[in-house]
């Protein structure tokens, strides 16, 4: 089983910045794709980022730009740089793992969670 433990999450002004870290359990962190979600009160999460086990990433729109993934399989880290930071970003974060296998996806874990305030 792998386990993941989100961090770096906090209250922060528009305009700032925060970069949230993922640390994962386990042996085979280098063969798993990697992706962060948000999810706002009353609203369904959604994906941000990913990066696969190669480390290819992908941002959505509406953050190009200004967030970055990042993965450093001899960490066993993943990592979300957020840079000019909008009230809409506002948010539990949670980091997900997952592998592609066959032509599909195996196994599936998530974090916990980690609160991302923007906010005057």
């Known amino acids: 089983q792998v386990q993941l433990v989100e961090s770096g999450g906090g209250l922060v002004q528009p305009g700032g910045s925060l970069r949230l870290s993922c640390a994962a359990s386990g042996s085979l962190f280098s063969i798993y794709a990697m992706g962060w979600y948000r999810q706002a009160p009353g609203k369904q999460r959604a994906l941000v980022a990913d990066i696969t086990s190669g480390g290819i990433s992908n941002v959505v729109d509406s953050v190009k730009g200004r967030f970055t993934i990042s993965r450093d399989n001899a960490k066993k880290m993943v990592y979300l740089q957020m840079n000019s930071l909008k009230p809409e970003d506002t948010a539990v974060y949670y980091c997900?793992?997952?592998?592609?296998?066959?032509?599909?996806?195996?196994?599936?874990?998530w974090g916990q969670g980690t609160q991302v305030t923007v906010s005057s």
């Open positions: 997900r793992a997952r592998r592609a296998v066959a032509g599909s996806w195996a196994d599936d874990y």
